[in-house]
């Protein structure tokens, strides 16, 4: 061949020269060679029609000039980036380098191999440059739906994983699936996908992942293990695709764990109410039944379907209800929403069952109407055993007012014999003095103390018939003034006695008969003061503590204290636990406080211990 430079020259052969041309005239190429500085001698190509240039854009430029990324495969495979002059003295040594550029908006590949010369010494290179545009731009296409749909994965709120079918590896992961099930993305890649199941389950898993079948879906509540071992309630949809060349599984998930623990509380309560011996009975807004129980059924004598969808008067032939309970009923239905009231039904049978309805309003999502739910309870028996109950309590308390006005008057007549009695014993001493023997007088004055003695029991018999629930007159009262009140009565023997008496209040208002009440505590702190030790002063203290419904007051000493074998006895009238020598006194005194205190709605009860002291406790209710 003549000269080497340009390689492509008119020395080639015709039928060559016919072939270049035609696909430098037909293919979307560049071809050009540049000589051994670099300098490029030669451009042709439809790529540069399609630029709307010609050759003598290139020709004399120097090949280094230009910006493109030049890149050499080395023998190991590896692939590192040149720089052009670089890539030149490569060519020029016999490396074949590949590279790549944007020319006027258009993508370019190119690949510059040494171009030899008739001597067989490397004179210069050749190149080809291909446009890709296409091809990049199909390329960016597929990268930027690929990194779509990397995002779509990975930030989708539902649980997303995808696994190998064969072995159950798991390949992919996304954000969601880490923050469900705990394991972080390093940890769950090459999990096997049966680690997420239930022991029990997994036979299960593996049969339906052989049985799926490309195009098709498999739909499923599952139960899956979380990393700490709980348990996570899943609805699953698990699809064949091929992901990394690799038959996979894609597996999408939502955590349905609040739904499955809703639906189990919902049955149970459903249950519950089954069992409820009350009827309980739902209706919409125009009042047609929507749910009743088994209790319902058997109240009304209807199955546990026959009134579902019907209107409530379905169960009854006819109701009745007082008009001033209806007229409350309304009016609590408007303001409250909710109302209790007795009824009477007329079953279909016939039968007559007075109920205590109980019916509340209800606003149902998605009903216009608020609805109303009702739960109703045969109280017929209770009608009837309240009956009974009150003319027993009538019976009693005439029997009481009876007793006490018996008692009242028996012991006011029978203090004049006993006076007359002592009087005339008196009298004989007085008159008969000088004659009397000493045995005689000792006589006289036993049945003198005798007499006396039963006066008092008298009076207190007397003093306990007076504090009956007829002599009660309540209002409203302070009972630090009380307590003040009593203080002051006390006075003499506190002083005399060296007693501490302590007010631990403020106390509350109370709504009570203050007579009785000033009696009451009267008596506590005087049995405190009376029953003190020998050891010590007394000292007593007077609190309050409020409970649901009442106030709970106490009185507390540090006396002698008592047994508790004894705690109910000292309530029973004319009991005492000493001898009168030791201390006096008819054992009426508690008897009386228990009387007040039940007079009041309360109750009465002691704490103590032998030589410690003792703490009355005693209730009121509530203003």
Known sequence: MGSPSPIFSDSSSGNSESLLNY??????????????????????????????????????????????????????????????????????????????????????????????????KIVGLVGVSLDISDRKEYEDRIRKNEEKYRNLFRNNPQIMFVFERSSLAISAVNQAAVEAYGYSEKEFIGKSAEELRLPEDREFMKEK????????????????????????????????????????????????????????????????????????????????????????????????????????????????????????????????????RELIHTLKSGKKITIESNFKKINAEGYLVPGLIMVNRDISEKIEARKSLEEALQGLAKTNRELEQFAYIASHDLQEPLRTIASYLQLLERKFSEEIKPEMREFIQVSVEAAKRQQGLIESLLSYSRVGSDFVKKSKGDSNQILAEVKKDLSSVIQETKANLVFEGPFPEVYVDEDQIRRLFSNLISNGIKFRSPNRSPEIHIKVKQVPGANVFSVSDNGIGMDPKYFDRIFIIFQKLHNRTEYPGTGIGLSICKKIVENHGGKIWVQSFVGKGSEFFFSLPEV
């Open 209 to 340: 992942i052989k049985g799926l079948k490309v195009g098709s879906n498999f739909f499923q509540e599952m139960r899956h293990l979380k990393k700490d071992g709980s348990i996570v309630y899943l609805d699953i949809v698990s699809s064949p695709i091929q992901f990394q060349d690799t038959e996979s599984v894609l597996v999408s998930a939502m955590d349905v764990s609040e739904r499955v623990k809703l639906s189990r509380e919902n049955r149970f309560n459903m249950e519950v109410i089954s069992q409820v011996n009350d009827a309980i009975i739902a209706l919409d807004g125009d009042m047609n039944i929507t749910y009743y129980n088994a209790s319902a059924a058997r109240m009304y004598e209807v199955n546990e379907v026959e009134c579902l969808g019907k209107h409530y008067t379905s169960l009854f032939q006819e109701d009745w209800i007082s008009d001033e309970n209806y007229k409350e009923a309304m009016e609590d239905w408007n303001t409250l929403g909710s109302s209790k």
């Open 23 to 120: 696909i430098l005239s037909n293919s979307p190429i560049v071809l050009f060679s540049a000589d051994e500085t670099g300098l490029m001698n030669f451009a042709s190509g439809k790529a540069l029609d399609m630029l709307g240039l010609d050759s003598s854009a290139f020709i004399g430029t120097n090949f280094v000039e230009h910006q493109w990324n030049a890149e050499l495969r080395e023998e190991d495979g590896t692939v590192r980036s040149l720089e052009q002059t670089d890539a030149l003295k490569l060519v020029l040594s016999g490396k074949e380098i590949s590279a790549e550029t944007v020319f006027l908006g258009r993508h370019f590949a190119i690949r510059i191999s040494p171009a030899m010369g008739e001597d067989g």
